[in-house]
C-alpha cells in the first residue's frame, strides 16, 4: 500500500513538473509567432493563470522578455521600411464631422518608430506594428515635396487612403529626414 502511495505520488509530481515546463514551452513558441496584440493578450493570460494558481513569478517574466524582442523585431521592421521611404514623420488628419474622424500617424521617437490609426469611419484604432503595416504601403504610394500643391498634396492623400472629399477639416504634417516640416491645412 506504501509503496502504491508513493508511485502514484511520484506519478503526480512528475505530471505536474512537465505540464509547468510544457506551459512555458508553449507560451514562449506563441509568443514568437504572434502578433504584438496576441502576444499582449497571451502575455496577459499567462499572468492570470500564475495569479490563479500561486505559481512563481518567473512565467510571466519570460513572456515578458519574449514580447519586448518581438517588439525590438518590429521595431527593427518598422525602422528598415521607414528608411525606403521620402518622410521621417507623417500625420493626417481628416474631420468629416459629426464625430467622424480619419487620423493616422508615424513619428519616430528617440529611436523608436510609433504609428496609431484611429478610424472612426469604420471603427478601427490600430497601434504598433498592426498600424504601420496599414498605414505604410499607403504612404509609399505619395510622392508629397515642399514644391507640392496644397490641392496636389491633399487629392494624393485622399485617393491613397481611400478617403472622399466631403471632409470638413483636413491637415496634414510631414517631417522630411532632414528635418523640415510640410503643412497643408484646409476647411470647407
Request: with cysteine; proline share 1%.
Given at each position: 500500500?506504501?509503496?502504491?502511495?508513493?508511485?502514484?505520488?511520484?506519478?503526480?509530481?512528475?505530471?505536474?513538473?512537465?505540464?509547468?515546463?510544457?506551459?512555458?514551452?508553449?507560451?514562449?513558441?506563441?509568443?514568437?509567432?504572434?502578433?504584438?496584440?496576441?502576444?499582449?493578450?497571451?502575455?496577459?493570460?499567462?499572468?492570470?493563470?500564475?495569479?490563479?494558481?500561486?505559481?512563481s513569478s518567473g512565467t510571466s517574466d519570460s513572456s515578458t522578455t519574449n514580447d519586448?524582442?518581438?517588439?525590438?523585431?518590429?521595431?527593427?521592421?518598422?525602422?528598415?521600411?521607414?528608411?525606403?521611404?521620402?518622410?521621417?514623420?507623417?500625420?493626417?488628419?481628416?474631420?468629416?464631422?459629426?464625430?467622424?474622424?480619419?487620423?493616422?500617424?508615424?513619428?519616430?521617437?528617440?529611436?523608436?518608430?510609433?504609428?496609431?490609426?484611429?478610424?472612426?469611419?469604420?471603427?478601427?484604432?490600430?497601434?504598433?506594428?498592426?498600424?504601420?503595416?496599414?498605414?505604410?504601403?499607403?504612404?509609399?504610394?505619395?510622392?508629397?515635396?515642399?514644391?507640392?500643391?496644397?490641392?496636389?498634396?491633399?487629392?494624393?492623400?485622399?485617393?491613397?487612403?481611400?478617403?472622399?472629399?466631403?471632409?470638413?477639416?483636413?491637415?496634414?504634417?510631414?517631417?522630411?529626414?532632414d528635418g523640415q516640416k510640410i503643412q497643408f491645412e484646409d476647411k470647407k
Amino acid at each position: 500500500m506504501r509503496k502504491s502511495a508513493s508511485i502514484a505520488g511520484s506519478i503526480l509530481a512528475t505530471a505536474l513538473l512537465l505540464g509547468a515546463c510544457g506551459n512555458n514551452d508553449t507560451n514562449t513558441e506563441n509568443d514568437k509567432t504572434t502578433s504584438t496584440e496576441d502576444a499582449t493578450t497571451e502575455s496577459g493570460a499567462v499572468s492570470d493563470e500564475s495569479t490563479n494558481k500561486d505559481t512563481s513569478s518567473g512565467t510571466s517574466d519570460s513572456s515578458t522578455t519574449n514580447d519586448s524582442t518581438a517588439s525590438d523585431s518590429d521595431q527593427d521592421y518598422m525602422k528598415e521600411k521607414m528608411d525606403k521611404l521620402t518622410y521621417d514623420e507623417f500625420e493626417l488628419e481628416v474631420d468629416y464631422g459629426k464625430n467622424k474622424e480619419y487620423e493616422i500617424e508615424i513619428e519616430q521617437d528617440n529611436g523608436k518608430v510609433e504609428s496609431t490609426v484611429e478610424d472612426e469611419l469604420s471603427n478601427s484604432n490600430l497601434h504598433g506594428r498592426e498600424a504601420f503595416d496599414e498605414i505604410y504601403p499607403k504612404l509609399e504610394k505619395l510622392d508629397i515635396t515642399e514644391t507640392t500643391s496644397k490641392e496636389q498634396a491633399i487629392q494624393q492623400a485622399l485617393e491613397a487612403f481611400g478617403l472622399k472629399d466631403d471632409y470638413v477639416k483636413f491637415d496634414i504634417e510631414i517631417t522630411m529626414p532632414d528635418g523640415q516640416k510640410i503643412q497643408f491645412e484646409d476647411k470647407k
